[in-house]
């Protein structure tokens, strides 16, 4: 088992600690704030790993093989981060929890940039199958390989991601359809509640058995084309954030957390719409899980039928 510290109390933090302590490895958690660490040890203590925590990232992190990061999403603040780790552990693989920052630039103040991978989870980390595994320009094949490897074994599903390119895989796709939604909104097409209906009713549906690129071929590229030619030039194509996200920010209409923002969030419904969510996947997994079974017995099957 792998000593392994997280550095980073708050919500993901504490879940990829949960997910390794889950496993057995021992988990060190780290975090400046002192009660938002008591509370994260305190919310593992039923894990069945062992989990400590400290105020002390020297303390926290000495003679841990993989310390994954999961602090403010800043790039100086990790740059910083790194460099201390890179001085404190010149051996250990150094993961980035970052969703969108370049691993690259996370890892250009390291003595050893070689080792810096990024590991991007998703929230809930304990749920969500998916680790992005992003290579750095200085990344190694060997830190890709024991990356991969280490969260092959936790039971998540790493998928490698071969170039540093801003948002990765996941974030590039998710984002490129919130920009859409929110120009469809501040254009006047339709409401923010028409947004959710619709997907949630039509694509959402269906991206859990058939993600896009197997749809397009489903359905035909010479379709796929067609649609194209007739759609994507109408398509919102800012390169900056919406006029309206930013109004809604400098109002301080955050969502959720603020009350309100495209939509309205009353108390208590952030939390429900957490442990639907949570539902929602778990129910996913399952699905799936019974799926791959229930195919993989009927192939058996087939093939153990005689030949005609």
Not at 18 to 36: I, K, T
Not at 39 to 47: P, T
Request: aromatic share 2%; charged share 20%.
């Amino acid at each position: 088992m792998l000593t392994v510290a997280v550095v980073g109390a708050g919500l993901m933090g504490r879940g990829i600690a949960e997910v390794f302590a889950g496993a057995g490895h021992p988990v060190r958690l780290h975090d400046v704030d002192a009660d938002a660490l008591r509370g994260a040890v305190d919310s593992l203590r039923d894990v069945d790993g062992a989990v400590d925590g400290s105020t002390d990232l020297a303390e926290t992190v000495t003679g841990a093989s993989l310390v994954v990061e999961a602090v403010a999403e800043s790039l100086e603040a990790k740059r910083d981060l790194f460099a201390r780790l890179g001085r404190l552990l010149p051996d250990a693989l150094l993961a980035s929890n970052t969703s969108v920052l370049p691993v690259s630039s996370i890892a250009e103040r390291t003595t050893r940039p070689e080792r810096v991978v990024g590991t991007h989870w998703w929230n809930p980390p304990g749920l969500i199958p998916v680790v992005e595994v992003v290579r750095g320009k200085h990344t190694s094949e060997e830190a890709m390989e024991r990356t991969t490897a280490l969260l092959t074994s936790l039971g998540k599903l790493p998928v490698r991601v071969e170039r540093d390119v801003p948002g990765f895989v996941g974030n590039r796709l998710q984002h490129a359809l919130w920009r859409e939604a929110i120009a469809l909104v501040a254009d006047g097409v339709c409401t923010a509640e028409t947004v959710e209906t619709v997907v949630r009713n039509t694509i959402g549906l269906r991206l859990a058995a058939m993600g896009p690129l197997e749809n397009a071929d489903y359905v035909g590229l010479d379709l796929t084309l067609a649609i194209h030619e007739a759609v994507l030039p109408d398509l919102n194509r800012s390169p900056s954030p919406s006029p309206l996200l930013s109004e809604l920010v400098a109002a301080g209409d955050l969502g959720a957390k603020s009350g309100r923002g495209f939509l309205t969030w009353p108390e208590g419904s952030r939390e429900q719409a957490g442990a639907r969510l949570a539902r929602h996947i778990a129910r996913q997994l399952a699905a799936t899980a019974t799926a791959t079974t229930t195919a993989t017995a009927t192939a058996t099957a087939d093939n153990d039928l005689p030949a005609a």
